[in-house]
C-alpha cells in the first residue's frame, strides 16, 4: 500500500510566522517589529487571531524590498 505525501505548509499559499521568520533569517520579534511600523508583508489575521502571509505577498514585499535596495 502506498503511503499518502501529507500536505505541508510549504505546499499551500499560506506561511505561518514561524515558517516566514525561518524564510527571511529574522527572529520572531523582529517580524513583529516590522509589522508594527507597517514594514512586514502583508498578513492574514485569522479568526483565533493567529497570522498567515500568502506566499505571493511575500514574494511580492522581496521585490519591492530589492527594488527599494
Known amino acids: 500500500m502506498e503511503r499518502q505525501h501529507v500536505t505541508t505548509s510549504k505546499n499551500r499559499d499560506t506561511?505561518?510566522?514561524p515558517e516566514v521568520c525561518a524564510e527571511?533569517?529574522?527572529?520572531?520579534?523582529?517580524?513583529y517589529d516590522w509589522r508594527q511600523k507597517g514594514r512586514a508583508p502583508l498578513c492574514l489575521v485569522l479568526p483565533n487571531g493567529s497570522l498567515?502571509?500568502?506566499?505571493?505577498?511575500?514574494?511580492?514585499?522581496l521585490s519591492?524590498?530589492?527594488?527599494a535596495a
Open 52 to 61: 498567515r502571509v500568502r506566499r505571493r505577498d511575500l514574494d511580492r514585499w
Open 64 to 67: 519591492a524590498c530589492e527594488d
Open 24 to 31: 527571511l533569517q529574522v527572529s520572531r520579534s523582529t517580524f
Open 15 to 17: 506561511l505561518t510566522v
